[in-house]
């Protein structure tokens, strides 16, 4: 991955959040700009609900011939999740390259991500202050990409700034 190629993307996402007076239509954008960048399938962000079991998918974006699942994913139960709250706390980002031969097959986690012909993905907490508000994320980026956590860091903290 090219630095230059970092730096447009990240000034381009950064412009989006500054300059977008609608929220929504900023966030939506943003994730197209993380989407492309990662030549990942989907870019989305959950949130957590207030009660502190649920979780909600608030945004998504899919590139040409994938399948919108945020309508799908709305009111799950964080617990599904556990093991990604455990590494956002020992190494800041969920990481998983294969989805067959890393997860339990009988795990609710390795089912919903089937579900969604999810094989890999990036994901990167989202806080407001230090409180854990949820995670954005990719789904199947390039093998280029992979583990390469600048973008989702970057903009994750960004965003818990402007919250």
Known sequence: MEHEQFDEA??????TLRA???????IQNLLEIIAEFHDADRAYIFEFAEDEIHMDNTYEYCKAGITP???????????TIDRWL??????GEVY???????????SEEYRLL?????????????YSETKLIGF??????APDYMRNFSMLETISYFMSVLR
């Open 10 to 15: 990240l000034m381009q996402c950064i412009h």
């Open 20 to 26: 977008g007076s609608d929220m929504d239509h900023a």
């Open 69 to 79: 699942e945020k309508d799908m994913l709305q009111n799950l139960e964080i617990s």
């Open 86 to 91: 455990v590494l956002f706390e020992e190494q």
């Open 96 to 106: 998983l390259n294969s989805r067959d031969g890393e997860l339990d097959e009988n």
């Open 114 to 126: 089937k579900m969604q012909g999810v094989e890999s993905l990036m994901v990167a907490p989202l």
């Open 136 to 141: 954005i994320g990719v789904d199947n980026p």
